[in-house]
């Protein structure tokens, strides 16, 4: 069974840095057809994706975060860490960690999010 | 920065056939995803590659894609079906993702 589960600080201060971790059961990080993505929704608000990281390392980013999101992953502990920058209350989210599977079999490659969290709630607040 | 656009909201009656768009410049040559997500609930893939149905999703639930918009189709609309649903692609570069607004069905 796949599971996915997020764990970090429910408050955080304006400016202060957050650090997310998912841990994964079910799946290896160093599956070549595997990855974890990190999204994001703001209450009432739609979903936000932020960051990718696949087995080989490769990492893609929000255009509009990419200068305050790090994304790692930890394959012997099954561990994938989201590092966000400079918080600000409008950060104030559910953030959700997903499994991401990519599929070759139709001559070129597609990834997409199959498996999430549960989210966990962080609020940015002084 | 790219953008795929989806309806705020559609409503239908239950047994009818209900259907939510998504918009964006690269579907023609990018996949569609499709999300439900219940309230309080993480989302849940319903639609994957366009078209394909992942297990344990109720053949009511159907996806295609034309041009430049892709179609969610829920035949026979339940009340449990009631939701967010969302759509996500790529832009044509493949490196940047992203989700549509979210679309909220109504079934009543």
């Known amino acids: 069974q796949v599971t996915l589960k997020e764990s970090g600080p429910v408050l955080v201060k304006p400016t202060e840095t957050l650090t997310l971790t998912c841990t994964v059961s079910?799946?290896?990080?160093?599956?070549?057809?595997?990855?974890v993505s990190w999204i994001r929704q703001p209450p009432g608000k739609a979903l936000e994706w932020l960051a990718h990281?696949?087995?080989?390392?490769?990492?893609y980013y929000s255009t509009s975060l990419k200068s305050r999101l790090t994304i790692s992953k930890d394959t012997s502990k099954s561990q994938v860490v989201l590092t966000m920058t400079n918080m600000d209350p409008v950060d104030t989210a559910t953030y959700y960690c997903?499994?991401?599977?990519?599929?070759?079999?139709?001559?070129?490659?597609?990834?997409?999010?199959?498996?999430w969290g549960k989210g966990t709630t962080v609020t940015v607040s002084s | 920065s790219y953008e795929l656009t989806q309806p705020p909201s559609v409503s239908v009656s239950p047994g009818q056939t209900a259907r939510i768009t998504c918009s964006g410049d690269?579907?023609?040559?990018?996949?569609a995803y499709w999300y439900q997500q219940k309230s309080g609930q993480a989302p849940v893939l319903v639609i994957y590659?366009?078209?394909k149905r992942p297990s344990g999703i109720p053949e009511r639930f159907s996806g295609s894609s034309s041009g430049t918009m892709a179609t969610l189709t829920i035949s026979g609309a339940q009340v449990e079906d009631e939701a967010d649903y969302y759509c996500y692609s790529t832009d044509s570069s493949g490196n940047h993702k992203v989700f549509g607004g979210g679309t909220k069905l109504t079934v009543l």
């Open positions: 997903a499994r991401i599977s990519v599929d070759c079999s139709g001559g070129s490659c597609s990834s997409y999010m199959d498996v």
């Open positions: 990281i696949f087995s080989n390392d490769e990492k």
């Open positions: 690269a579907l023609p040559k990018k996949y």
């Open positions: 079910g799946f290896s990080l160093s599956n070549a057809r595997m990855g």
């Open positions: 590659e366009d078209s």
